[in-house]
């Protein structure tokens, strides 16, 4: 969505890479991918979302990945 001063990404952009946040999350709990795949494959979207007005997004994101992946490894440390 385009206005005359700024831009945003459609909600759709927006729910999906929520989705897929939760989903790394899941694949790092299993162990099938390490801290830095997730990262990776945030910074994809997060370079996309760099052409609009989205800093606060953005970090929010960013700041919901490491939230996910240390309660893991929170989890994961209890457990040994």
């Known amino acids: ?4 001063n700024y831009n945003i ?3 759709g952009s927006v729910r999906r890479i929520k989705k897929r946040i939760d989903y ?6 299993d162990g099938l991918i390490g801290k830095k795949e997730a990262f990776e494959c945030v910074e994809g979207w997060n370079a996309y979302a760099m052409h609009g007005s989205t800093y606060k997004l953005r970090k929010l994101l960013i ?8 309660r893991i490894d929170i989890d994961n ?4």
């Open 24 to 29: 790394l999350a899941g694949l790092y709990s």
């Open 1 to 4: 969505r385009s206005f005359y």
């Open 63 to 70: 700041k919901r990945l490491k939230k996910s992946i240390k």
């Open 77 to 80: 440390d209890k457990l040994s």
């Open 9 to 11: 990404p459609k909600d």
